[in-house]
């Protein structure tokens, strides 16, 4: 099992649709988690950390269930700037180094106007 | 521009040749990070440095990888004999050692191997 899993996608949305992206994770000692976002040819850039208790940022909300092992993020009223693949990237710190990522493989969002 | 570089930007080479692949951070920045990414894929950890100190490697780093950060500023990723299956988009990225989850992405390095 890999161990970051997500919506394999593509998602087509029109304008102002609501969006919601999937993702788990295997390694129960995972400590921290973030959003991604890599557009087409580009590097990735971070786009929000999340949170337990779940996280906003504009339209962006991000919720984490560790029981589960599943973090979402959710995109309202999307624009057309949103199209992009998003990435799940979930951190099992190390003796608090807090070094490695582990990117999932990425879910196209492609909104259509 | 201060954000992390990447050169060259695109590499073809031929099977069986070496390469060198060089990675200039964040000046402020202490921790560098090699990662390697496919299509449809999402960016593979392969190692990390901390300073001048490289302080893990994956597995995914045979012995004909090797990376260098001599004097803990730039730093350099060499492929030697290269494979077909070396083709791939090598990224660099760096971050602060209390914000290692926030790492800035260079353009990556764009390898064919023929």
């Known amino acids: 099992r890999k161990e970051v899993e997500q919506d394999p996608g593509p998602f087509n949305v029109p304008e102002g649709a609501t969006v919601a992206f999937n993702c788990t994770y295997s390694?129960?000692?995972?400590?921290?988690f973030f959003w991604y976002r890599q557009d087409c040819r580009k590097e990735p850039k971070l786009l929000m950390s999340?949170?337990?208790s779940g996280n906003e940022d504009g339209r962006f909300t991000a919720q984490l269930n560790r029981a589960s092992q599943y973090i979402s993020l959710l995109i309202r009223d999307s624009k057309l700037s949103d199209s992009a693949t998003y990435l799940c990237v979930v951190n099992r710190d190390s003796g608090g180094s807090n070094y490695k990522l582990t990117f999932g493989k990425g879910t196209l969002l492609t909104v259509n106007p | 521009d201060t954000g992390v570089s990447q050169n060259p930007r695109h590499k073809i080479t031929k099977r069986g040749q070496n390469v060198t692949f060089r990675c200039d951070p964040i000046?402020?920045?202490?921790?560098l990070y090699w990662y390697r990414q496919t299509l449809g894929q999402g960016p593979e950890f392969l190692t990390y440095?901390?300073?001048?100190?490289?302080?893990?490697k994956s597995r995914l780093l045979s012995d004909r990888f090797s990376a260098e950060r001599p004097k803990g500023s730039f730093s350099t990723l060499e492929i030697q004999r290269t494979e077909q299956g070396d083709s791939a988009m090598y990224l660099c990225?760096?971050?602060?050692?209390?914000?290692?989850?926030?790492?800035?992405f260079g353009p990556g390095t764009r390898l064919t191997v023929t």
């Open positions: 440095f901390q300073n001048e100190a490289q302080l893990e």
């Open positions: 990225a760096s971050s602060l050692i209390d914000r290692a989850y926030e790492q800035y």
């Open positions: 000046s402020e920045h202490n921790r």
């Open positions: 390694n129960s000692a995972s400590q921290s």
């Open positions: 999340v949170y337990s």
